[in-house]
């Protein structure tokens, strides 16, 4: 195992932006449908957190129960240790990663110059992402 590239930390959440859009178009027409075709007015509060919320949810599941997102499997990233992950680390990891996001990515660039090479994420979980390589 090896350390990570940033591009790849990049390039793994871009990938992940496919499975969530289709989990938000998948449950907009659940509601939809429960509406009875009404739609949900923009802006809508509740909507706003319903989605927040299924994108917390697969980012947490993912890394509770396997260690990787989809995306990091595609880009060959595991987190080392996942099985320690309670569900207050997957909450804090996560608000690291929208804070990461919400600074255009200084969250995943500041691996470049720490010390130990990990992210705000690995830094606030106590965990570490890591290369790895399937036969």
Known sequence: MKHSSVFKHLFSLMYDIFPILGLFLTSSLFIMLLRGGEEVSPGTVWFQFFLAAEVFLYFAYSWKSGGQTLGMRAW???IVDHNQLTWGKVT??????VASIATLGLGLWVKLWNKDKITWMDQISHTKTVSIKKA
Do not use: S, T, V
């Open 76 to 78: 060959k990233l595991a």
């Open 92 to 97: 804090l990891r996560f608000l690291a990663g």
